[in-house]
């Protein structure tokens, strides 16, 4: 079955840097956009940043300047390096999956990751 599996997150002060990881399985990974999206308590959830199968990016405004996305189709591996985090950077972030298929669309979503910024 397919996975998507988070690592990285946790508390970081203020200026802090982190970087969060997905791991998917069970998906041809390599033909599949990637995308981050974060929900605070609260509030809706919010396209963080994405990457397309062919490595175009884009970012919220939000961290534009502050966040990169990658990924390593030989490890089957997102990433999300964070840097410069604030307060308002606190969330649940998630690793989502699409592939938008001529007969069929498949959208995946891992458990999620807590990131906590605080002093």
């Known amino acids: 079955q397919v996975q998507l599996v988070e690592s990285g997150g946790g508390l970081v002060q203020p200026g802090g840097s982190l970087r969060l990881s997905c791991a998917a399985s069970g998906i041809i990974f390599s033909i599949y956009d990637m995308a981050w999206y974060r929900q605070a308590p609260g509030k809706q959830r919010e396209l963080v940043a994405a990457i397309t199968s062919g490595g175009s990016t884009n970012y919220a405004d939000s961290v534009k300047g502050r966040f990169t996305i990658s990924r390593d189709n030989a490890k089957n591996t997102v990433y999300l390096q964070m840097n410069s985090l604030n307060p308002e950077d606190t969330a649940v972030y998630y690793c989502?999956?699409?592939?938008?298929?001529?007969?069929?669309?498949?959208?995946?979503w891992g458990q999620g990751t807590q990131v906590t910024v605080s002093s």
């Open positions: 989502n999956a699409v592939y938008d298929g001529e007969i069929s669309r498949k959208n995946y």
